[in-house]
């Protein structure tokens, strides 16, 4: 049977574990990737809750960033596309009224749009991401719980004052993300923060036992490797 034979389905999970070697060399040659359209079944599955579809390498977006087939899952509370070389703008999810977590690792992500207000995990990792500048509405995510981004070295820079909003985060991680300086004084003012990782800001600098007093006393885990704090841990 085909996928639209389960119009009530609420839960598809698609992965494909392929070649990783092939999934790091196609940063360079994208050209060697067939074009295959996302199957038109799929928008006939208008109940799904949790939709994932990872690792499929040889699935891409068009350059226009035209994803047609996700304006049918307005329903969704789970959304993970990682690791699928997927490419261009990501169009508004703003539909989605009731999604709570988004995952796009690992793709050649140029841009986004909008996320809704509901959004409590967002995942912006890996190398290939291409961002040319963050979601318009991201900072003002005020029910944002876990934030990550990483690997954002030509991208867009998280500059001081632009977390001020997310005052319910709990996680936030911002690895090899150009950050510059002392500590964002934001961070210091997450007052639910309990996981914080900093991890390969070389450019990121002052001294460690200042930093680490300035931080919510919430904090479970912090990581600072690979930057330029100096100084004695207490």
């Known amino acids: 049977p085909r996928l ?6 609420v839960s598809l999970l698609c992965s494909h574990a392929g070649n990783n070697e092939m999934f790091e060399n196609i940063r360079e040659d994208r050209s060697k990737l067939p074009l295959r359209p996302i199957h038109s079944c799929f928008q006939g599955l208008r109940n799904l809750r949790r939709l994932a579809i990872e690792e499929f390498y040889t699935y891409t977006w068009p350059a226009d960033g035209a994803v047609p087939f996700l304006r049918a899952f307005s329903n969704l509370k789970t959304l993970n596309l990682a690791r699928n070389a997927f490419d261009g703008t990501l169009p508004s999810l703003a539909f989605m009224t009731g999604l709570v977590y988004v995952d796009l690792r690992s793709n ?14 967002l995942e912006l990792r890996g190398p290939m991401m291409m961002l040319n500048d963050f979601p318009r509405n991201l900072f003002r995510l005020s029910n944002l719980r876990t934030f990550s981004i990483q690997h954002l070295t030509d991208g867009p820079r998280l500059e001081h004052g632009m977390l001020a ?4 985060l709990t996680s ?16 210091t003012r997450l007052q639910n923060l309990e996981k914080l990782s ?3 800001n070389s450019r990121l600098s002052g001294n460690a036992l200042e930093h680490i007093k300035m931080l919510p006393t919430t904090l479970k885990e912090l990581n600072i490797e690979a930057t330029n704090v100096s100084g004695q841990i207490p």
């Open 165 to 168: 909003n997310l005052s319910k």
């Open 4 to 9: 639209c034979e389960f119009p009530n389905l």
């Open 108 to 121: 050649f992500i140029t841009g986004m749009s909008d996320f809704p207000t509901t959004l409590q995990q």
């Open 172 to 187: 936030l991680y911002v690895i090899s993300s150009k950050l510059v300086g002392t500590l964002p004084e934001d961070i």
């Open 198 to 200: 900093l991890k390969g």
